[in-house]
């Protein structure tokens, strides 16, 4: 494979506007390779929710439109076959691919793009499947310790070889799963999405050539290049900022778990050192992080915040150069468990923001929560297995421009699964979705509402649970207050309640029991006192916010101008000036409190595993 931190030279000039219609073109295939997998998959987490990502990169496996950035070159690296026209990739397992997918639930699907016998690109997507088999339904057992007790592990194999299925393969994988025609359609549609973007390049490439075609996806990355130069002279510290935040637990009653960045320049090159990160944990939520992922999760982050404008695509990653100690949390040594490695992946964007928002926290968001799971099964009184997995929603944190918003995904093009699909399909009823009045928390931007969603379960069976921010607190930013946290109670159908940890397995339910699922809200951004009285008075109307929490962390006494601004002079007064970041109480006193607090033990200090030490190591790139 070429080397993708070495652009090659083009070999034919094209002018800006065939590049602009080669990016429009590839940007729209990106859209319709989103829109065959969604429409020919069977699971609701790809069809309803969009758990799913495609890609397009040029022959040397640099990705030129996408979200996540080119893994081809590690997945290559892990593949011994030649490839040719008509073969398909398959791989589910991070540890074959450079952790370019995170969890052996992401199924990823290559397909390399040849015109004239010339290796052009490579059209690839992944997705969540369902069911990988393993222990428990969904492989994302919270109690797992390694990789081998969470799933099929896939590695990377021809699924389809010359343009003909290689069924004995595809077949002792179907064995190993619980609904093989759920699996079975997820990755055909995602094969057949592949496909459309494959048609879709060779298009261009009758179009206007293959030298043309590859010339403007150079000039496509040199774009980036140069626009992700200037950002990063722009907004990136030259002295190291640093950041840490927290992982709760780990499913076995570890934690919290540190992560801390620093960040830095040097010229138009920054620099992302993970050193004081805590060493792997024994549970699930160690998150193998692929340094093409984290730089283009850096760049998103940058663009999105900067130059909405900017094309994500892999011409910056020469800029990149990243640290990660072997052995933590971020670069686990195999065979640690990854299925909840979710929360850890959460944190980047809060990382980013914060090492970054120390020099300027006006351009920052607030502390966000995470991204919970339900997951419920069974077998139904006519025998058949039935299985429930419901990405949910929470509170999205303040911003510069605005509120978070109430009860959304902290991945943006995600959508819910929609009430009537669940209890049309599911034995399932739905007695409430609606905001978490008071959960988001205070600020001149309020934080997002987490939501509460009271799931009724119709059938006998069990449920997992997987969330976050069980624990620590979403913070504020600028005077903005921390969110409130998440919580789950089980009520019986006799009416006794209990608690239940953020993260679990195996949790029995009979017909009338009912999960109230509450998630964490956003952290507030700016100084609560601040925030227009009327739009607190349309907040309590609306069921947001409560007239207790206006008058005490906004000081607005409703209906009552002159008792606002003498109450807000007071908690001026008594506050004094507020700070740029409000992490609720210190981690020891929030640990001290939690059993009072969340009815759950706190969870014990995390050590390091005998059989993964930390390890030092160079920057890449230096």
Not at 8 to 29: M, N, Y
């Amino acid at each position: 494979m070429a080397d993708r931190a070495a652009p090659a030279e083009a070999t034919v000039t094209v002018d800006p506007v065939t590049v602009d219609i080669v990016e429009g073109a590839l940007k729209s295939t990106r859209h319709e390779m989103d829109a065959v997998l969604t429409r020919a998959a069977m699971s609701p987490v790809i069809r309803e929710q969009h758990d799913e990502f495609p890609m397009i990169t040029d022959g040397g496996g640099r990705m030129i439109v996408g979200q996540f950035g080119s893994y081809i070159g590690d997945m290559v690296d892990a593949f011994d076959e030649e490839i040719g026209p008509g073969d398909v990739i398959l791989t589910s397992d991070p540890y074959k691919c450079g952790g370019a997918i995170s969890h052996l639930n992401d199924w990823l699907v290559c397909i390399p793009i040849f015109w004239e016998e010339q290796l052009v690109g490579w059209s690839s997507m992944f997705g969540h499947h369902q069911d990988i088999g393993g222990p428990v339904p969904g492989g994302l057992p919270t109690g797992a310790k390694s990789v081998f007790g969470e799933g099929i592990r896939i590695p990377p194999v021809k699924i389809v070889r010359a343009g003909r299925m290689n069924e004995d393969v595809l077949g002792v994988i179907l064995n190993n799963v619980r609904m093989p025609e759920m699996n079975r359609a997820d990755l055909t549609a995602t094969i057949a999405g592949c496909r459309a973007g494959e048609r879709r390049v060779r298009e261009l490439c009758q179009r206007f050539g293959a030298e043309t075609y590859l010339a403007c996806c150079q000039a496509l990355l040199d774009r980036t290049y140069r626009a992700m130069a200037h950002l990063i002279t722009q907004s990136i510290p030259e002295e190291p900022q640093s950041f840490e935040d927290w992982v709760d637990d780990d499913g076995l009653g570890n934690g919290p778990f540190k992560l801390k960045l620093t960040v830095w320049r040097e010229g138009e090159h920054a620099y992302f050192d993970w050193s004081g990160t805590d060493p792997q944990a024994a549970g699930p939520i160690n998150f193998f992080l692929n340094e093409a992922m984290l730089k283009m999760q850096f760049g998103v982050y940058l663009i999105m915040v900067y130059d909405p404008d900017i094309l994500f695509n892999d011409g910056f990653y020469p800029l990149l150069h990243v640290f990660m100690p072997k052995g933590s949390l971020v670069q686990p040594h195999f065979p640690a468990a990854l299925g909840c490695r979710t929360h850890a992946l959460t944190r980047l964007y809060e990382l980013f923001g914060g090492a970054l928002g120390r020099s300027s926290p006006q351009n920052m968001t607030a502390g966000a929560s995470t991204s919970p799971y339900m997951l419920y099964s069974g077998w139904d009184q006519r025998g058949d297995f039935f299985f429930l997995m419901e990405i949910c929603y929470c509170g999205i944190p303040g911003r510069p421009i605005g509120d978070g918003i109430d009860g959304h995904s902290w991945w943006p093009l995600f959508q819910n699964i929609p009430t009537e699909y669940l209890e049309g399909y599911y034995p399932v009823r739905i007695d409430g979705y609606t905001s978490l009045r008071d959960s988001g928390g205070a600020g001149l931007h309020r934080g997002g509402n987490g939501i509460e969603k009271r799931y009724v379960y119709l059938e006998d069976g069990e449920i997992s649970i997987h969330d976050d921010r069980w624990l620590t607190y979403p913070w504020g930013v600028l005077g903005g207050r921390p969110a409130m946290r998440c919580e789950k109670i089980l009520i019986r159908a006799d009416g006794s309640r209990e608690h239940l940890p953020a993260k679990c397995d195996e949790v029995s339910v009979k017909r009338g029991d009912m999960l109230v699922y509450r998630t964490a809200g956003g952290g507030g951004w700016g100084d609560p006192l601040e925030r227009p009285p009327e739009s607190l008075e349309a907040e309590i109307r609306d069921g947001l916010v409560s007239v207790e929490k206006a008058r005490a962390e906004y000081g607005v006494v409703v209906g009552d101008a002159d008792a606002t601004e003498q109450l807000r002079q007071q908690l001026r007064l008594e506050r004094g000036e507020p700070s740029d970041f409000d992490f609720g109480p210190p981690i020891e006193e929030i640990l001290a409190r939690a059993k009072d607090e969340t009815g759950l033990d706190p969870p014990r200090p995390p050590t390091q595993l005998a059989w993964a030490p930390l390890e030092t190591g160079e920057m890449s790139g230096r």
